[in-house]
């Protein structure tokens, strides 16, 4: 039941937004499986080719481990370039399309993923102690996966070579697998800071289900800060739509958070269309 709504809720976002898909610069393949490449579509900092290392981050889409397509976070990458980043989107295999066990098999691409930009840091220029990971619905349990569930692995690359991110952004986190898998039942002390998007009107993420893991996480000394947008449903940050609001919103306090993380520096750049409203405070909740 709780694959349909979130099929569906994922389906309605793509049909009825309108498109803001940029163009990646160049892509990377990370990983080969059975004959396919696993792509990152890679979005570079203006003085690239001038400089010597960079922050970065790798965002992984959702669609319930069975659909989706990597540009659904093309807006994000394309702003965290115009910040200075090295940003990436991940595409990894899928329930639907490679027949696979999710979100185990996911798991072990998002995290050779992120070995793939540490083991390559020199080539490709990335700052390997100023590594972000981000994503959506079940792309967020990906992201969250990288440091939290470390049983998980393949060896594709050294295992010597650290998953782990130094910070992690999740919007409207989809953890309902196995517990095992869950980062809801993996909170440890000693996890990389975050922050977190979820609505208060999202019909498949109840706002006390992270309400309780934000709580879970400080519990144990983690970094945590919880945003709640009071009407936003599924996907409420996705900026392939450039009338939406809360992409504006949610990119301003994940960039004040890296800054706060000691990933970025300087203010951030973001800027609502003239025709989009800010978001007033009576719409989101806080929790720190």
């Given at each position: ?16 937004s ?5 163009d ?6 990370y ?7 696993l ?9 690239y ?5 960079f922050p ?21 990458c394309?702003?965290?370039a ?14 639907d399309?490679?027949?696979?066990t ?9 995290k ?6 540490r083991?390559?840091?020199s ?14 619905s079940?792309?967020a349990?990906?992201?969250a996966?990288t ?15 650290s998953a782990k ?5 999740l ?7 196995k ?11 000693d ?15 109840p706002?006390?289900?992270m ?19 009071q ?24 960039d004040?958070?890296?800054?706060k993380?000691?990933?970025l520096?300087?203010?951030?750049t973001?800027?609502?269309p003239q ?5 007033s ?6 929790y720190?």
């Amino acid at each position: 039941m709780f694959y349909k709504i979130v099929l569906f809720l994922f389906i309605s976002l793509n049909l009825f937004s309108k498109a803001n898909i940029p163009d990646p610069d160049t892509y990377w393949t990370y990983k080969s499986v059975a004959g396919k490449d696993l792509k990152l579509s890679v979005f570079l900092p203006e003085n690239y080719e001038a400089g010597k290392k960079f922050p970065t981050i790798a965002i992984f889409h959702g669609g319930s481990w069975r659909v989706g397509n990597p540009n659904m976070h093309y807006a994000d990458c394309k702003y965290w370039a115009s910040r200075g980043m090295i940003a990436v989107s991940v595409k990894y295999r899928l329930k639907d399309e490679d027949k696979i066990t999710v979100p185990f098999e996911c798991m072990k691409d998002a995290k050779s993923a992120i070995r793939y930009l540490r083991q390559n840091a020199s080539q490709l220029k990335v700052d390997s102690d100023k590594i972000v990971v981000a994503g959506g619905s079940a792309g967020a349990q990906l992201a969250a996966s990288t440091a939290m569930i470390p049983k998980v692995n393949d060896e594709v690359y050294d295992l010597a070579i650290s998953a782990k991110p130094q910070a992690i952004i999740l919007y409207n986190p989809w953890f309902k697998c196995k517990k095992e898998w869950s980062p809801t039942h993996n909170v440890v002390a000693d996890l990389p800071p975050m922050i977190i998007f979820s609505g208060g009107n999202d019909k498949a993420i109840p706002v006390q289900e992270m309400v309780d893991f934000h709580k879970s996480m400080k519990a144990q000394s983690n970094k945590t800060e919880l945003y709640i947008g009071q009407d936003g449903k599924h996907g409420f940050c996705n900026g392939r739509n450039p009338n939406n609001p809360f992409f504006y919103w949610s990119i301003k306090h994940a960039d004040d958070f890296l800054v706060k993380a000691g990933i970025l520096s300087g203010q951030a750049t973001i800027q609502y269309p003239q025709r989009v409203k800010a978001i007033s405070k009576e719409r989101v909740f806080y929790y720190p």
